[in-house]
């Protein structure tokens, strides 16, 4: 997953929360417009609940990649 500034300001990690709740601390980068579609930035935001992700599209798949796929392929799973 690619991020870059770690605090915010750049939206390399923004992702779609699918599932569940989550804290993000502010301010950050993110419009209106994206926080209204569903739209975190992973760098600021700390799950409050099990969540599900949209991290993007699995160039093998084509599919949506899931935050479980990711920590299963991060932890050698």
């Not at 300001?9 to 992702?15: F, L, M, S």
């Not at 804290?23 to 994206?34: K, V, W």
Request: charged share 20%.
């Amino acid at each position: 997953m690619p991020y870059s500034c770690t605090v915010g300001t750049c939206a390399e990690c923004r992702v779609k929360l699918v599932r569940g709740d989550v804290d993000m601390a502010e301010p950050n980068c993110l419009t209106s417009e994206e926080r209204a579609e569903g739209y975190v930035l992973a760098c600021m935001s700390r799950p409050l609940s099990p969540t599900t992700v949209d991290i993007g599209v699995a160039a093998s798949t084509g599919r949506p990649v899931t935050s479980s796929q990711r920590d299963a392929c991060v932890n050698g799973g």
